[in-house]
């Protein structure tokens, strides 16, 4: 049954992120949890569940005295009873078990926490590993790390939604209130499971989520452990799955074998960085005698995370109560707007009906809504920011004020579907041997006058996000693709860096100024490849794009054999001088352009016209850091990039001693040439290579923007990956404000405008709004990725592939799956196995798989499961299109699978990270 777009008329879906309306007696209607109870015999008022937050004053002196920590709250997304801070001194992160001691924050926000006492510290078993204690990341690689002229599609993107966990399903859902609205098989076997653990004569797997978050936390902590079975074929006979790390007696904590991981509750939440908006489903409440039955609906979110919300039920359809079935696929939109300490569930208001769960544009919106991406159509007071007399050409002024270029050859080299053009090359030979060359950046301060309502609204938005089937633009299209885009054959205002260089790429001379160009043609990334790979062939003109008549498809072809033999120079020297990079798996998509569904998928391929231009690009970033910086060493806006966390970077190592893996981790340079030559480039090696790779992003940290003058110790200002002193981002100012910012600073720095009169506080401030937006952005796009990925598994699958192991725990292993660059864990107790073992052998954990014959008569098979072991895997949809496992191929069944056949197209832009 279809129902129209059900639109509740309630607070704007524009709220202001970490905002949180708190509801009064005249909102929503009380929280269930404040309501008092009309019989006189009540024992008083209901006990609370939470803490009170500590006041604003004692938090203050607590930090400052280091009796309470701040950090960012990251919650375990396939064990969302887990959460973690960063610890301040690169050690181990900080744990904080379950929902209680979280104290009502969510995933993403800054929160003050006080340490527990030590006997209540996790205690770490030696067969954990850090994805265990750590928790799971998701994707923090700066884009200078990982290949920025990318898709910025994280192979970590797919393995957000947790995987069919027993342990999760039981500790966060039940047959009532339970978040997944997706049965399976494992989840239809709790009702078959026998039960061992009784508590007053029920069944504890009976005993209701509410029941269980009011249990003292040894309890619920025993609950989470409680040693499962599944049924049925794929369970049966499985040995038990346990915890990994559990709370032990103090017997076994003096055990040396074992080592303690500092746990916290929160006592403050500083800043509610997540949006309180979460993606779900809307279902009645269990017990249909209550008087909560009659007033609120519940709703669950799809991001377990999120705590499950009690909604009013005239927020609701209107048929809702007596059709709840008809909305057991639709999938909503709601907005927390309080939870009281004592109540288990948050207090919220539907927001919107979004259409139906696993299809396409409804999970989009969801995930740009819960990320707090504004979407909407720019408004009317914006828009007449805009030049109105269309079409829009360039003031005789401006020719007069800038440095005339519109002669030379200047080009774009951007994805063949790329419409926002922000930067430009060039290159002229000159008559000593050396070169004139050229990056040319939209000029798009010049249509943003600082202050106005266009700049307002590009400062919150901070920047473009890109999906996998669209861009939600930073800036109108009007700038983002015609005014600002450096589109051919049209006059261009511009901010440019021109360098004389040498032949190797040594800088002689640098010059900074505005100046008007007239690309000469659209070269996409495929058009410079050939050219680079043809060195010498006059390239036909039905092969290229259409040329200026002023210029010649041969001079571009020159121009684009200089860069390339210039920035091959740069790129050697740059490496030479300590540069680390980690180019990890990226997937592209063909989409059927009717159906707007993914028809296939490859590894994107970076190439030498990818390389060429980011080595310009980074050449550019880092003259510009310097000229602000010099100009403004208070309120320069740079990008730092700290080192790794020590803790995590020195159990890599251990672990790579382990496995007799020569990595020298000393130094970001150190770790570059450890990948480069570790490892051959045979298929077995490069796998290796992938999971080494993939191991060593887990310690790094994000890079950030920051103002120079609220950090003291330039030692800070580093950046990591680069290795260099100074760093900024100036070349993409069409989808980042931050570029917008320092395009601004470069100008002032010239004379071109007053200097910034902004205090460097205020300047932070609009930095790590532009980091959280940037963080939000990349989370959207790997989710973004991971729909489109798991609705091809869905409509195209099971999909089979290597895959190469790069973590055994005792119950189950983590695959990187080589055809698709996502990660995947696998449990034993989803495989037809007579058992299983683990162990270690030195310190290396091993799982021996021990397969049920297909046949009676024959012996069972063994298999041995380490660390870069090579296994092929089926990935197979669950119930809907947006969760999908993997499964291990019973072996010995066919030979390795041959690559798959490379299909698709690039990106609607470039995203490349400079």
């Not at 030559?677 to 790094?700: H, I, Q």
């Not at 895959?803 to 037809?832: E, H, S, T």
Request: charged share 25%; glycine share 6%.
């Amino acid at each position: 049954m279809s129902h129209p777009d059900y639109r509740l008329n309630l607070r704007s879906l524009g709220t202001p992120r970490g905002v949180s309306s708190l509801v009064g007696p005249h909102g929503v209607g009380a929280s269930p949890g404040d309501k008092k109870s009309k019989n006189k015999n009540t024992r008083g008022k209901k006990k609370s569940i939470f803490e009170t937050y500590m006041s604003k004053e004692d938090v203050s002196e607590g930090l400052k005295r280091g009796t309470l920590i701040q950090g960012v709250l990251r919650i375990n997304p396939k064990k969302f009873h887990e959460a973690f801070i960063p610890s301040p001194d690169g050690d181990r992160d900080i744990f904080i078990d379950g929902v209680v001691a979280r104290n009502r924050a969510l995933n993403g926000d800054l929160v003050v926490v006080k340490l527990l006492p030590e006997e209540q510290w996790k205690v770490i078993k030696p067969e954990s590993n850090d994805k265990e204690t750590e928790g799971a990341y998701e994707s923090d690689l700066p884009e200078e790390l990982c290949g920025s002229h990318l898709l910025q599609q994280s192979l970590k993107g797919c393995n957000d939604s947790p995987d069919v966990i027993i342990e999760a399903q039981f500790d966060d859902s039940d047959s009532e209130d339970g978040h997944g609205n997706t049965p399976n098989s494992l989840v239809d076997g709790v009702k078959k499971l026998s039960v061992c653990v009784h508590e007053k004569g029920r069944s504890f797997w009976h005993i209701p989520h509410e029941s269980r978050e009011e249990m003292p936390g040894d309890l619920r902590r025993m609950f989470r452990s409680r040693p499962v079975m599944g049924t049925g074929k794929e369970g049966a006979g499985a040995p038990v799955a346990k915890d990994e790390n559990t709370f032990m007696s103090q017997d076994a904590r003096a055990s040396p074998e074992k080592s303690l991981q500092r746990s916290a509750k929160v006592v403050y939440i500083l800043e509610k960085k997540h949006s309180r908006a979460a993606t779900g489903f809307l279902k009645l409440l269990a017990d249909k005698n209550s008087e909560l039955f009659r007033k609120y609906a519940l709703f669950s979110p799809s991001d377990h995370r999120v705590p499950r919300i009690y909604v009013p039920l005239k927020d609701c359809p209107q048929d809702f109560v007596t059709r709840p079935k008809d909305y057991a696929n639709t999938l909503f939109i709601c907005r927390i707007v309080d939870w009281k300490e004592d109540s288990n569930f948050a207090l919220g208001q539907l927001a919107k009906s979004l259409g139906q769960a696993g299809e396409i544009e409804p999970e989009t919106e969801g995930i740009l809504t819960e990320y707090g991406v504004d979407f909407s159509d720019f408004p009317s007071e914006v828009l007449e920011c805009l030049p109105q007399g269309l079409p829009w050409t360039i003031p005789p002024e401006e020719f007069r004020k800038r440095r005339d270029l519109r002669k030379d050859c200047i080009f774009t080299i951007d994805p063949s579907t790329a419409r926002d053009l922000d930067d430009a090359l060039s290159c002229k030979s000159l008559a000593d041997g050396n070169f004139e060359v050229g990056v040319h950046i939209a000029d798009v301060s010049y249509f943003v006058p600082e202050g106005s309502s266009l700049d307002s609204v590009a400062a919150e938005r901070a920047t473009s996000v890109y999906l996998v089937q669209k861009v939600v633009p930073m800036l109108p299209r009007l700038l983002c693709e015609e005014l600002c885009s450096l589109n051919p054959m049209t006059d261009k205002l511009t901010f440019s860096v021109i360098w004389t260089l040498t032949p190797r790429g040594k800088i002689l001379s640098e010059w900074f100024g505005r100046t008007v160009i007239h690309s000469c043609t659209k070269l996409s990334y495929e058009h410079a490849q050939s050219m680079i790979e043809s060195p010498t062939r006059k390239i036909p003109e039905k092969e290229l794009p259409p040329i200026s008549p002023e210029h010649s498809g041969e001079e571009v072809h020159r121009a684009v054999l200089t860069l390339h033999g210039i920035a091959k120079e740069l790129r050697k020297q740059r490496f030479a001088d300590g540069a680390l990079r980690l180019d990890q798996l990226k997937l592209a998509f063909t989409l059927d352009h009717e159906t707007g569904l993914p028809q296939g998928c490859h590894i994107y391929e970076y190439r030498d016209s990818n390389k060429l231009v980011e080595e310009f690009m980074l050449l550019a970033n880092m003259a510009v850091a310097h000229k602000i910086h010099r100009a403004f060493p208070e309120r320069a806006l740079l990008r730092r990039h700290p080192p790794p966390q020590t803790k995590m970077l020195n159990d890599l190592m251990e672990f790579c001693e382990q496995l007799g893996l020569p990595m020298d981790f000393s130094s970001a340079g150190a770790l570059n040439k450890s990948l480069t030559e570790t490892f051959g480039d045979d298929k077995y090696s490069l796998a290796r290579k992938e999971v080494l790779t993939n191991m060593c992003s887990r310690p790094m940290q994000m890079a950030l923007y920051f103002c120079a003058g609220t950090l003291r110790d330039p030692a800070q200002f580093r950046h990591y990956a680069l290795n260099v002193p100074l760093y900024t981002h100036f070349t993409s100012p069409i989808r980042r404000f931050a570029d917008v910012m320092v395009h601004r600073l470069l100008a002032a720095a010239l004379g071109y405008r007053e200097p910034p009169d902004m205090e460097p506080d205020v300047l932070q401030k609009r930095a790590d709004h532009c980091n959280d937006r940037r963080m939000a952005s990349k989370r959207v796009q790997e989710l973004s990725t991971g729909l489109f990925f798991a609705i091809l598994v869905k409509e195209s699958g099971p999909l089979e592939s290597e895959a190469m192991v790069l973590g055994v725990l005792n119950q189950a292993f983590d695959v990187l799956v080589l055809r698709y660059g996502v990660q995947k864990r696998i449990y034993c107790n989803a495989l037809p196995l007579r058992s299983h073992h683990f162990q270690k052998v030195g310190k290396k954990p091993e799982l021996t798989l021990v397969w049920e014959p297909e046949d009676l008569e024959q012996e069972p098979v063994q298999q041995v499961v380490t660390i870069f072991s090579l296994v092929e895997v089926v990935l197979r949809a669950e119930a809907t299109a947006l969760k999908y496992s993997a499964i291990l191929k019973r072996p010995g069944t066919e030979g390795l699978l041959d690559p798959q056949e490379k299909q698709g197209c690039d990106h609607h832009s470039d995203q490349r990270e400079d």
